[in-house]
Structure formats: C-alpha cells, structure tokens
C-alpha cells in the first residue's frame, strides 16, 4: 500500500480546556522505511502543570511484505529534556525500553500508542475481537478492537465522513477512539482518549498539509 506523507495540525483539550496543539509529520523514507514525528506546542495553561513539550518520533520499517514498529524515541521536557528509547526486538520477541524487557509474542500486533498509524492505515487486523498491544517510550498495554460505526464529523478542518474506529484497554476501562476518513488518504479528524478516572483528552484536526 501507498504510504502517504502529509503533516497535521490538532488542537489538543483536557475535559473542555485548551492545552495547545500537536502536529504530526508523517513522512516515507529509503528502503520504504515511514517515520512518524509528533511535536507538542503546549499553552500557557499546559505549562502551569509542568513543562509539556513532548517530541516523539516513531519509526517502521518494511520486513518483507509487513510495515513493523521498530524504533519509538520520545524527547520530554524544554529546559532540561529527558529522552527515552523504546526498541521492538521482532527476533528475539522483546520490547526493549529504559535496560528493562518486555516479553511480547512473535503474533503480537505492536503499535504506537499516540498515533496508531498501521491501525489508521488499515495495515493490521482492525476486526472486532482482535487485539494490539500500544505502546510508547516507557510502557506498554494491550487493547481489544470494539465495532466499527459510520459518523460525519465537523471541525476546524471541514465537514468529514468518517469510520469510527474504538480500543478498550484489557482489565481496565480506558479507551481510544479514532474518526478515520472514508476517502484517501485515511486521516484521522479526531481522536479521544477515554481515561478510567472518567476525564477525557480530545484532539482535533486543524488543517492538513500535504
């Protein structure tokens, strides 16, 4: 399948209050290698609870046939930056993160837990039932694929039909929903994280730069 490259631009709330935006860079390298490069712009308000820059970059690389998650590195904090790595060993079925291991299983879907893009690209299995562990630079959990639903969405970006793609969180009740975009390319106009505390994170899409 074609790899689009395009940047997108969210406005990113916390229980109906601005926090800042994201933008997300999607972009195809040598050897159909695909980067995903995600930047926070926090407000004044997501500074009162901390420094909130956050830089994520997220790299798959072609095995064969398959688009894998490889390498996830994250870049926290603006005046003193932390940076932790998480590395998927597909051989050895470990992930990799911090000195620790994780052991995962060789049938394992492994996804980002930010920014899903093998999920948003229809590169794994989406049925209702099936499950994917996401994961980022310091953990990882696995989700159980819910129905899909037809939904329009309006937002800053424009009026969009949309398939509504959920994931419930195994033994816990956080879930993440993704409004897909029915035409190419398949673009996510929102995305909100249900927490188990009942509080939400919304983002929504901006504008698009292809």
């Given amino acids: 399948q074609d790899i689009p490259s395009y940047t997108l631009r969210y406005a990113v709330s916390f229980q109906d209050n601005s926090l800042g935006e994201i933008e997300i860079a999607i972009s195809k390298q040598d050897h159909g290698n695909v980067v995903v490069r995600g ?13 909130g820059k956050v830089i994520e ?31 998927v ?37 989406n049925r209702t039932g099936k499950e994917v562990k996401l994961v980022s630079a310091s953990r990882a959990h696995r989700y159980r694929n819910l129905p899909s639903i037809h939904e329009t969405i309006s937002n800053r970006a424009g009026s969009f039909k949309t398939l509504k793609q959920s994931k419930t969180r195994l033994n816990n009740s956080r879930t993440i929903e ?33």
């Fill in 39 to 51: 930047e926070t712009f926090p407000n004044a308000l997501a500074n009162m609870f901390g420094d």
């Fill in 57 to 87: 970059t997220v790299e798959y690389t072609e095995h064969g046939s398959v688009l894998r998650l490889d390498r996830l590195t994250e870049e926290k904090g603006r005046k003193n930056p932390v940076t932790r790595k998480m590395r």
């Fill in 89 to 125: 060993d597909h051989r050895n079925e470990r992930l990799l993160t911090d000195g620790e291991q994780i052991v995962i299983n060789s049938k394992d879907q492994i996804d980002a837990y930010s920014f899903p893009l093998l999920s948003i690209l229809g590169l794994s299995d």
């Fill in 178 to 210: 993704l409004w897909l975009t029915e035409s190419n390319p398949v673009i996510p106009v929102q995305i909100k994280v249900n927490r188990d505390d009942g509080q939400q994170i919304l983002i929504s899409l901006i504008r698009i730069q292809e």
